[in-house]
């Protein structure tokens, strides 16, 4: 073999491990950590004219911890999905062809430790170790989901989607302890206000995340045929598979008109007003559920989902500025 080759393979690998790792997913999921931290969080405690109590080292950390369990999840799925994407994306197949078996499972080892070490530092940094056992179950649940749960109808997507809402709530516990470490407390109907507003997040990131993957599953349903995966986009029909997705969408679009009425009685503007594109953008999904026929365009669905979602999470930097 040539020097050349071995650079084309080397940055092959590279390129393998950075597509196995999803950065776009990480990058999310810290900018969902931060701005419920900063903005959601921030926001509120700057109306009621109290600083946030987790210093930024802390939160880094807790950020970190989020971004090693979730890159371990990603690598310990791929990891047990090597027969199945030999069927559904051949061509985009990571473990086994561009990284080994056994090179994945010591990078999940390392992501998956790192993230657990620094988890558990930042629940010390707040007082209160015990925090870092959530992280201990949360690489637990990837772990399982991967072999197992994944196979099985509705628990898979609940797992996954539970993760995702995790998030959002893990920031807000980690707050409080920090704020109950310097002796500090909120007003019971401050509290609930808080408590509220993170539910709230939390509930959008469980429905649009449950509904985005088993718009996923849908795509890959002739690889889980093979495989013997029971997953609901596999069992249902195809017109009881879109009512379910309809439902979901439904729920989402409860929840946000809900919240437009209660934040437009706080005299929340700017949210109010930005509710009513996330409003459309789900509409709009359902609408090419409606249309959709086959697995590209379940594909083209998948990745629009994504932007609503994301559009979510930056209206909490909507909701800082309403305040």
């Not at 509120?44 to 600083?51: A, D, E, G, T």
């Not at 170790?129 to 990837?142: E, P």
């Not at 407390?185 to 939390?202: D, I, K, S």
């Not at 495989?227 to 946000?256: E, H, P, Q, W, Y």
């Amino acid at each position: 073999m040539t020097k050349k080759q071995d650079k084309i393979s080397f940055f092959k690998r590279l390129k393998g491990f950075f597509l196995l790792i999803r950065p776009l997913n990480l990058l999310i999921i810290a900018l969902t950590a931060f701005l419920t931290w900063h903005a959601l969080l921030g926001g509120i405690f700057s109306y009621l004219h109290m600083p946030l109590h987790m210093s930024s080292s802390t939160m880094l950390l807790l950020i970190i911890s989020m971004i090693g369990n979730a890159a371990g999840g990603y690598i310990i799925n791929d990891y047990f999905d090597i027969s199945i994407d030999q069927i559904n994306k051949p061509d985009k197949q990571i473990v086994g062809v561009l990284i080994s078996p056994k090179a994945a499972i010591y990078l999940y080892a390392f992501f998956t430790l790192g993230g657990l070490v620094a988890g558990f530092i930042a629940a010390l940094n707040v007082g209160n170790y015990q925090l870092g056992m959530v992280y201990v179950i949360f690489a637990l649940a990837l772990w399982f989901y991967s072999e197992q749960f994944k196979y099985l109808k509705f628990w898979g997507n609940f797992i996954v989607s539970l993760s995702t809402a995790f998030i959002v709530v893990v920031v807000w516990l980690f707050e409080f302890f920090a704020m109950i470490a310097e002796t500090e407390f909120l007003p019971p109907r401050e509290q609930r206000l808080v408590t509220m507003m993170v539910l709230g997040y939390g509930a959008f990131a469980f429905l649009s995340t449950f509904a985005r993957e088993l718009v996923k599953d849908r795509q890959d349903v002739p690889g889980d045929l093979r495989a013997g995966v029971r997953s609901l986009a596999v069992t249902m029909s195809d017109t009881g598979f879109k009512v379910l997705l309809f439902a979901i969408l439904t729920l989402n679009i409860i929840l946000l008109i809900f919240s437009q009425l209660w934040l437009n009685g706080m005299n929340l503007m700017y949210i109010t007003w930005f509710i009513y594109l996330l409003e459309a953008l789900v509409i709009y999904t359902g609408w090419l559920i409606y249309k959709a026929r086959g697995e590209q365009d379940y594909a083209a669905i998948s990745l629009y989902m994504k932007v609503y979602i994301v559009a979510g999470i930056l209206s909490m930097q909507i909701m800082q500025i309403s305040w």
